[in-house]
């Protein structure tokens, strides 16, 4: 898969591995997004690869967001700046889309 970096600027191509976690592990409700993979081209492939989690759960206020990275390679603390930053705008994108949804975020 060819990625951008912010939407704009080709940043390489990465291997991505999806792994839903079905809701009926863990607590009542919540749902995992684990994404796997490494680069494979571009400035990234310089990573070995990350590991990502996503998890929605029923709360008091509406819903739970927990979303953790991990970069995995020697220069991973090179590339993390911009690679939270990244997560962040990710994030702030998928909960206004989010909002969309039947049932709200």
Do not use: Y
């Not at 970096?5 to 991505?16: K, M, N, T, V, Y």
């Not at 409700?29 to 680069?39: E, F, I, S, V």
């Not at 590991?51 to 927990?66: D, F, K, L, M, Q």
């Amino acid at each position: 898969m060819a990625i951008r970096l912010f939407g704009a600027l080709p940043s390489g191509a990465q291997l991505i591995r999806i792994e839903d976690e079905s809701p009926s592990r863990g607590c009542a409700g919540a749902r995992t997004m684990r994404d796997t993979g490494r680069p494979l081209a571009g400035p990234l492939a310089l990573l070995a690869g990350w590991n990502h989690e996503i998890t929605v759960r029923p709360s008091r206020e509406g819903t739970a967001w927990h979303d953790e990275l991990t970069i995995l390679g020697w220069f991973a603390p090179l590339f993390f700046p911009v690679l939270a930053a990244m997560w962040r705008w990710r994030r702030f994108k998928l909960l206004q889309l989010a909002q969309t949804w039947t049932g709200g975020a």
